[in-house]
């Protein structure tokens, strides 16, 4: 085994910020985990009874439904001043949210990020579609005479990063991660790089999406979306009947730093990020490998970063949305890498009780990884009846279990084929 | 340079007040503020218009002007 690095070099999470579908914070959220409590809520997009889509993982006391920011609705703990909040899309206000609550659970005060060369910001969405849309619209409707001056700032991908970049003050790098569902995933994955490589002391990862009609709603198009208005059977990652997956949105930011800062200041650290690895399919612009076999290569790669082998990891949090292809694909994976080494560890799907927020899923799992590892359980496969054959091998909990991992493997897969791995490892001081 | 506007202030302003360096607008704030009325009363404001603009009272009278050249009945 690898001597460990240095503590300087050693990338760990010091804060996590949630607003998701199934909490607003962190104890909310690892109690809905540990409960099987999901979030999926009732839509009609367009008013329309017709459509098949009836769920959508939801936000919760946020309405950011307005292409006004003016009519935007927050929690009253997040004061969002009207010079940032103008060039926010709608998911850049869970993502400002996110961030607060993240930098207050780690201790750190908006001056301790500001102005620094050492601190950085990555971040990840497919920018808002809804804003894109309406803004064109006005431009479309003035024949080009007019447009909102905050109208590009506020809808390209990027929308997160220019803005929170930009408010918070972030000197050492900012930037945004366009890989689809493993967004994300790359944006922590490359933050733990700059703190590996002794770039950057501190990084601030944030992931988030809307779950609005033009978000979610074009994935029917695809034929991705599940079309079933029980949760139960809508999100049901790794079933046999499993039909499609249920749209999210919300925001999701981790605070990681240099082992040795976090040591320094007293923070509370909540795991490490031990390593992590990717891949790329070559295959189809939005299936995955039909047998996994550029997942099964992250996986490889994320392990072999981490120093580890299979029989270590004692938990995977799977990326499995629910569709019939890319589950499927991820079990073989999964059996390739772990099973046939002789490894079981318990493996799940999240994505049950939160549907799949797209963007914003990589950092999000990484973060319940990160309460698994730090609060001591493991998440079950809440909506899991009957798994699939073919998956076959590999250790399904149904509910959340009192086991407190120590290794745990993090997967996230995104158009294009792109596969992102983490190894995230208990601390122990 | 005023602080940031979370708490929007309720007296009214007033017409000798300059828009960047007493009321604390970037050229962002002075652009949005100008798309407003473009989009309010469908009227094209130019660049060259906005950079004559310093004070609130010569906004408020350019926008009055405007309004009166593309409606001169009103």
Known sequence: MNAAPPAARRPVVTGLGFITPIGNDRASVAAALREGRHGLAPVEFFANPALPVKLVGTVKDFDVSSTSCRDWTWPARYDIPRETLRGLAPHGVFAFCAVEQALAEAGLAASDVANLPDTGLFCASAGSARQLHFNLGQMDAARGERGNPMGVVSSICGTLNFNLGAHFHINGAVCGFVSACASSSHALGYACDEIRLGRLRRVIVVGAEEHNAETILPFAAMRALSAQSEPALASCPFDAARNGFVGAGGAVALIIEAADLAQERGAPILAEVAGWGQSADGHSMAMSHPEGAGLRLAMQRALADAGVVPAEIDYVNAHATSTPVGDRAEALALRAVFTEAGAHPRVSSTKGLTGHPLSMAGAMEAAFCTLALAEGFIPGNVHLRTPDQVCEGLDLPRETLPVAPSLVLNNSSGFGGSNVCHVLRRWAE | ?74
């Open chain 2, 1 to 74: 340079m005023p602080r940031n506007s979370a708490h929007p202030r309720v007296e009214p302003l007033r017409d000798d007040e300059r828009l960047i360096e007493d009321l604390g607008f970037d050229s962002l704030a002075v652009a949005e503020t100008v798309f407003f009325f473009e989009d309010l009363f469908k009227v094209t404001i130019k660049n060259a218009d906005i950079l004559a603009l310093h004070t609130v009272g010569e906004l408020c009278d350019f926008v009055a002007r405007r309004l009166r050249e593309q409606r001169p009945s009103a």
